[in-house]
């Protein structure tokens, strides 16, 4: 295999921080139906540069505008999109960078001098962005069933630490 020539496409060989926003990429972009997969990962230097010759001094398409990439550090990731659509449906593309904007994931649609809408990457001080706790998802889902103010609630859930006196406030929601 040559490997120059061959696109990497295994998140495992990202870095683990770009492993877990790569992943809660995808699961995020599943969940909201957003139709794509990964069709490159890491690469070494040499592709890169393989890649960067394209359109210059090689035949071909320019495909990249740089010599210096995030992907060679194991940072960053490109997609496209499934078929039947077409592989760089600019809508869902963007549909997909609303979702790494919401994870903090820089998305290259959004660069001014050389746009790459495919390419996706964080860097080593990624974090996740933070979720509701179970608790804080059950009594707001309780509240609105009930049509009461949820804050008033909310810092009484805290209050109560054990799954038994969390239900028990529950209790004291619906009654």
Partial sequence: MDTIKQANRDIKSLQPI??????????????KNIPIFITET????????????QGRTRQGQIVTWTRS???TG???WDIAVNPPHELYDAKIIAKAGE???ELGIE???TWKSSPDTPHFQVDKNWKAPATENWKTQAIKQVCKQHNLEVNTWLGK???????????GIINKIIQ
């Fill in 18 to 31: 770009a492993q877990k926003a790569c992943e809660l990429f995808l699961n995020e972009c599943k969940k």
């Fill in 42 to 53: 890491h690469r070494s230097q040499a592709r890169q540069d393989y890649l960067y010759e």
């Fill in 69 to 71: 990439s995030n992907h």
């Fill in 74 to 76: 194991g940072y960053a």
């Fill in 99 to 101: 979702v790494a904007k």
């Fill in 107 to 109: 998305w290259g649609g």
């Fill in 157 to 167: 859930c805290e209050e109560y630490l054990t799954v038994g006196e969390f239900f």
